[in-house]
């Protein structure tokens, strides 16, 4: 090729550069271009680089755009969890749970335990997992998510708020059973859960049995509607040990509190019609 022929192809290359919105493979194009003529990289290593490096940006961007509307409270991961400290919690399983299957079977996974024990951390790690995986992900607590409900209640605008909140693909519901939840929550709550039953996965994080739904709905007929929804298609983890945020202070706590808070699981949910496919405790031993 002559020398004019290249400029023009390089001038070309940058043109579709800029349609194509690739800033970062533009701005490497030249630095790029010198590397090939001095004999470092060949024409197949120039192309990878400018690619791989423009799809690294475009998926960092990406995943930082999905983190900010998926509404993480703190960034965590799966790496950064300390399995060792929770010689209860099988770590095969949270891997497991990693790879996402759940999410694509529209299962509901309910991480169970007492404060401290992990849960939010292990919600938020999946989440990014999701979120990583570019899948859409909603993290709100429970008492906020009735909140937002029973407001569009007020205001006539339920349907379009519940619409809303089964549009991602994950929803993880934190602190169940932390505080009361308002009269009227359980059955709005309820309405939400219906709506994504068996189409969209969630997670659910709860220091309390569900057994005691009841009394943290305020209303036993709505607990069990609900668990009924919630335990059909489920991985239940319960995480029995002591509390990580203690973890420096654990001779101080009597010792009822640093052992295991075990929580029950309730009954079978009873449902008319098909049976459920599996039980909740023995889908993944
Ligand atoms: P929970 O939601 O069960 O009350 P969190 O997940 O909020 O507890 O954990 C409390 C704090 O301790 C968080 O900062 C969390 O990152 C940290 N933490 C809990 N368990 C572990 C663990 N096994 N390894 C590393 N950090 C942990
Ligand atoms: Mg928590």
Redesign the pocket.
């Known amino acids: 090729m002559t020398l004019t022929a290249a400029s023009s192809r390089v001038d070309n290359i940058r043109r579709s550069l800029v349609g194509l919105k690739m800033p970062l493979a533009l701005e490497m194009l030249d630095a790029t271009l010198r590397r090939i003529e001095q004999g470092q990289i060949d024409g197949i290593e120039a192309l990878d680089d400018l690619l791989t490096e423009e799809l690294t940006l475009r998926e960092n961007r990406r995943i930082k755009a999905a983190l900010r509307m998926a509404r993480l409270p703190i960034l965590k991961t799966i790496a950064g969890f300390d399995f060792s400290f929770q010689p209860s919690l099988d770590r095969n399983r949270i891997m497991a749970l990693a790879g996402l299957d759940f999410i694509n079977r529209a299962e509901v996974v309910h991480l169970l335990g007492p ?1 401290g024990t992990g ?2 951390h292990l919600a938020t790690a999946l989440a990014v997992e999701a979120v990583r995986a570019g899948r859409s992900v909603y993290f709100i607590p429970l008492a906020d998510l009735v909140a937002i409900l029973a407001k569009a209640e007020r205001e006539g605008t339920l349907r379009e708020k519940i619409r809303f909140l089964c549009r991602a693909s994950l929803l993880v519901v ?2 169940i059973g932390y505080l009361p939840v308002t009269p009227g929550g359980g059955n709005l709550f309820f309405q939400l859960v219906n709506a994504r039953y068996e189409k969209g996965a969630m997670i659910l ?1 709860s220091n309390r049995g569900f057994a005691e739904w009841g009394e943290v709905f305020g209303d036993p007929v709505v607990a069990t509607a609900l668990l009924d929804r919630l335990l059909h298609h489920a991985v239940v983890v319960q995480i029995e040990g002591s509390s990580y945020r203690m973890r420096q202070h654990a001779d101080l706590l009597p010792e009822n509190n640093r052992a295991t808070a075990h929580i029950n699981l309730p009954p079978a949910p009873r449902r008319r019609g098909r049976p459920p496919k599996v039980q909740p405790d023995q889908q993944y031993g």
């Open positions: 404060p849960k939010s934190d602190e994080t």
